[in-house]
């Protein structure tokens, strides 16, 4: 189960047992109405993997729960929210939860940091995607939106539709959603981008 990486702050709210994300996708799929196999089928995956998922014997990667997400009508945040719910609009450094995703290779992961609280009906959401190096995002996704984002620290090969950009400290970015994008730490250094993206997709 995808779990935020530290205690929040004590004015949050914190929910204790929810459901692992194995169950919110088996209730998510029955809700819908969704054999194994469809979800699959939409997900780009194997009736056997969405299994193991279900009953927690496997992790997904983030571009695989999002593509799960969109098969399922919903979107990674309900999915994997363990979000602590505040009415406070201040975010303190040090007592944002991060989300640490599946490795993709050995030598690091992608965390998201969040800058926005989890809201029912929320229409903006932004994170601080730390990509270690050399690691990529497992393929690439698209979705009805928009987003845009800023270079905090290292570098990072961005891919949006059949171009590549190479983005450094400092450089920003928008596009529609729409377009097929991805993105690869391709430098030495952990990369931090703060990513906004609208409607709420993560």
Not at 23 to 42: D, E, M, N, P, S
Not at 106 to 128: A, C
Not at 134 to 139: E, K, M, N, P, R
Not at 186 to 198: D, K
């Amino acid at each position: 189960m995808l779990k935020p990486s530290h205690t929040p702050p004590s004015k949050a709210n914190h929910t204790e047992g929810l459901p692992s994300l194995g169950v919110r996708l088996r209730h998510a799929r029955k809700v819908a109405g969704l054999t194994l196999k469809q979800v699959a089928t939409v997900a780009g995956c194997s009736e056997s993997l969405i299994s193991k998922l279900e009953n927690d014997a496997a992790s997904p990667s983030l571009a695989m729960l999002h593509r799960l997400a969109g098969a399922l009508g919903s979107n990674v945040s309900t999915l994997t929210s363990e979000e602590w719910v505040s009415d406070e609009p201040v975010l303190r450094a040090g007592e944002r939860p991060v989300k640490r995703f599946v490795k993709r290779n050995k030598d690091g992961d992608i965390g998201l940091e969040r800058i926005t609280h989890l809201q029912k009906g929320g229409l903006l959401q932004g994170n601080i995607h730390i990509v270690a190096p050399g690691v990529a995002s497992d393929g690439l996704i698209e979705h009805p939106g928009e987003e845009m984002g800023y270079v905090l620290a290292g570098s990072i090969e961005l891919i949006i539709g059949d171009q590549c950009y190479s983005l450094a400290t400092g450089d920003a970015f928008h596009f529609p959603s729409n377009l097929p994008h991805g993105y690869r730490n391709s430098g030495s250094i952990e990369a931090r981008i703060l990513w906004v993206n609208t409607p709420v997709t993560f």
